[in-house]
């Protein structure tokens, strides 16, 4: 029987797989990672080329990409970016919640109108033929998830959208349709029965009006964390991919994936705005533990759709549009290159991590108003938030794009702190000396010699907390990776993520690999270390990918 425990008896099995030496009470100076070096068992499928996407409001959609008179070289270059690192391009989701206020006009000449009242609420959102050549501004092969409106239970007005957007962008774009954003939020105070009784039909009718004959739909969209203990009526009861597919979404076999939404923290309510803090947000025990209420749903998914069906379609750090020196510092860098790889580490196929902006309408008591969000990877445009610019958070999705590479046969295992042979993580309570400062993946690829003895790719992260405000040394860790080199003498090489400190919030910075990305495009020299001892020392608030 599968099972997710919160019960982490693992002690033992950590202490024997690392040895870990205190420098103090919280702070290790050193980590043996002690083997075995083989193929773990819970190692990933190999890695989705695209596993680290985005979701786009809606209705912020052209001030990303401009449009095709004024194209947004800055939006362009930092998508191209990712593009070349993997050779395919990360995929776009358009939604969020104004998609559930969003028309098609076929006669309107703008690309995209917003009409904001008296108060400045966005109120709604419509899209004119034009709009699909901004999507179009994207790299070349990028692939679309359109989000249709369901909570206007307006059922013509869904498929006028579908068919424009079919029409405009064609069926080798669109990657799948979504029919509805965090309908588990909604007014009507959907369950998954009612939602399915409108939405499975929904998307029988839609196929056939587009003649197609093939799963194009991702079911969910929802946006309440599980409940745990998972397996408990009340937990059972909760509106999400599991109970919409038990409730028969699938019946017209038209599901191809499953999404969820994550928000670790929130400033949408004063209740929860205080623990939304940086030192809470960077830590890999908080994150893992987040993460794992999704096991069990990702498990049952994957066993009816397949084991690509489970996504994240929309996630950051902070709902309601994050929190000023949290979501945009160095610290969120760490943080998304962490979730994404954990998240990747559970079997989810894809991540999108959003881009938006406060939206009046969202919550009357949230923090944020106007402008655009502070956990965007950038601003496109100049705003009450700030200028034009890119924040240190984008160099977390270059590290991911370059450790997968253009190999498609990539796989994926947290390797410290792990995991129990149950599933669940491995927390401090239960032999993670680091107390979730520390985290190591192991890349293992098929298609290389003896790729089921050792890795290719290690990526190692130093999540405690530096401030370039603090008046101490920095401090490190030295990791020694001996055990999964396939050579005693084995030289590697070095890549790493780094700024000044967690708190920082320029992007000219933060470097990888030596090189800033500020303007778009990659500036400065790249910087490659060798190390030929097997001890790779990474300092508190940085990353480094170790290859061979």
Known sequence: ??????????????????????????????????????????????????????????????????????????SQNL?????????????????????????????????????????????????GPQFWNSVK???????????????????????DMAEAAWKGLGSRQISRFEIGNEPDQYYLNLDAQNYTATWEPWTVNISKAL???????????????????????????QFDCVSALAAGANDGHTVTTCSEHTYQYSVCDPIRAPV???????????????????????HSVRTQLGPDAFVIGEFNSVSCSGRANVSNTFGQAMWLLDTTLYAASINVSCVYVHQGGPLALQSSTQLNHGGLSLYNLWYPVDNQNGP???????????????????SRSLRLSNIFPGRQANGSSITTAAGDPSAGQISVYGFWDEISANSHDYPTK???????????????????????????????????????????????????????????????????????????????????????????
Request: glycine share 6%; with cysteine; aromatic share 10%.
């Open 137 to 159: 501004l994207l790299p070349e092969g990028t692939k679309i998830v359109m989000t249709l409106d369901l909570e206007s239970l307006n059922y013509t007005g869904a498929l």
């Open 1 to 74: 029987m599968w099972f997710l425990s919160t019960v982490l008896p693992c002690v033992a099995l950590a202490s024997a797989r690392h040895a870990l030496m205190p420098r103090d009470g919280t702070t290790l100076s050193k980590l043996v990672l002690s083997g075995p070096a083989s193929l773990p068992m819970d190692a990933t499928p190999p890695l989705n080329p695209a596993l680290a996407s985005f979701s786009i409001e809606t209705a912020f959609f052209e001030e990303y990409m401009g449009n095709q008179s004024y194209p947004n070289t800055l």
């Open 458 to 548: 290690l990526a190692l992260l130093n999540l405690e907390i530096y401030n370039q405000t603090d008046s101490y040394p920095r401090p490190n860790i030295t990791i020694d990776i001996s055990a999964y080199l396939p050579k005693k003498t084995q030289e590697v090489m070095v890549k790493r993520l780094t700024a000044p400190g967690a708190d920082v919030i320029l992007a000219n910075a933060t470097t990888w690999s030596g090189q800033t990305f500020a303007s778009g495009v990659a500036e400065g020299n790249i910087v490659e270390e060798k190390v030929s001892n097997g001890q790779v020392v990474i300092e508190a608030s940085s990353a480094a990918l170790v290859y061979w």
């Open 388 to 406: 034009i610019q890119v924040f240190p958070s984008y160099s977390a999705y270059l590290f991911v794009t370059e450790a997968i590479g253009h």
């Open 79 to 127: 998508f191209e970016n990712l593009k070349e690192r993997t050779g395919v391009p990360a995929e776009v989701r358009i939604g969020g919640i104004t998609a559930d206020s969003t028309f098609w006009d076929p006669n309107q000449e703008a690309a995209l109108y917003n009409f904001i009242d008296g108060t400045g609420a966005l109120r709604n959102t419509t899209l």
């Open 211 to 237: 003649g197609i004959n093939y799963p194009e739909f991702q079911v969910g969209a929802t946006a309440i964390d599980p409940l745990w203990p998972y397996n408990t009526p009340q937990a059972d009861a």
């Open 276 to 298: 939304a803090t940086l030192t809470n947000l960077v830590n890999h025990t908080r994150l893992a533990e987040y993460l794992d209420l999704w096991q069990p749903r990702i």
